[in-house]
């Protein structure tokens, strides 16, 4: 797991409905969430309606958030550019979606999973790294997003973030081929 502390590492990914590159420089000075998250996945099929009502609630505020999708998509057609922007549009998703296609965003982040979720304060030190709530495809926890929202309401009321985290599980992040993690 990446250190609670540790910087946001750089990106420049394109955003998959609008086909502009978004990178991470355009946040500075904001508190920042990364969620990584497919459209095959059940856990993140299970939170898509909180992922889009985290980012209606938070999209007055000062918090930018950014989901990217790193999954291998010659393997895994559902997590394709336009698979993606297909639901992302579907679900009504009012945050950018970017595209990982050679997956070294997902590794400078050191994800594991879909979903797995990064909390970054105003100067993106780590300060959450863990699940969006104990909703899963097998339970009937309501979708909340109660993990992440805390975590979030925290640092825009500049508070410090509890370390009591619960990892999130999930989908192992599809590599592609000779591209897994050492």
């Not at 990217?68 to 336009?82: C, G, K, L, Q, R």
């Not at 945050?95 to 982040?109: G, I, R, T």
């Not at 959450?128 to 909703?135: E, L, N, V």
């Not at 992440?148 to 640092?155: G, P």
């Amino acid at each position: 797991m990446r250190t609670l502390g540790s910087l946001a590492p750089d990106f420049a990914l394109r955003n998959v409905r609008t086909d502009e590159t978004v990178s991470r420089s355009e946040f500075e000075g904001r508190p920042l969430a990364v969620l990584f998250i497919c459209n095959h996945c059940p856990y993140v099929k299970r939170i898509q309606p909180g992922l889009v009502t985290l980012g209606n609630d938070y999209a007055a505020t000062d918090v930018a958030i950014v989901g990217i999708a790193s999954n291998d998509a010659d393997n895994y057609p559902d997590d394709s550019p336009a698979e993606l922007a297909r639901i992302a549009d579907e679900l009504g998703y009012v945050f950018p979606l970017l595209h990982d296609e050679d997956q070294s965003v997902a590794k400078a982040y050191e994800a594991v999973c879909t979903p797995d979720i990064y909390l970054f304060d105003r100067e993106h030190r780590l300060v959450y790294r863990g699940q969006f709530d104990d909703a899963r495809p097998k339970n009937d926890e309501p979708v909340t997003g109660r993990d992440l929202r805390t975590a979030i309401d925290a640092v825009l009321a500049g508070l410090p973030v509890s370390e009591d985290q619960t990892p999130s599980i999930g989908c192992g992040i599809k590599w592609k081929p000779g591209n897994e993690p050492s």
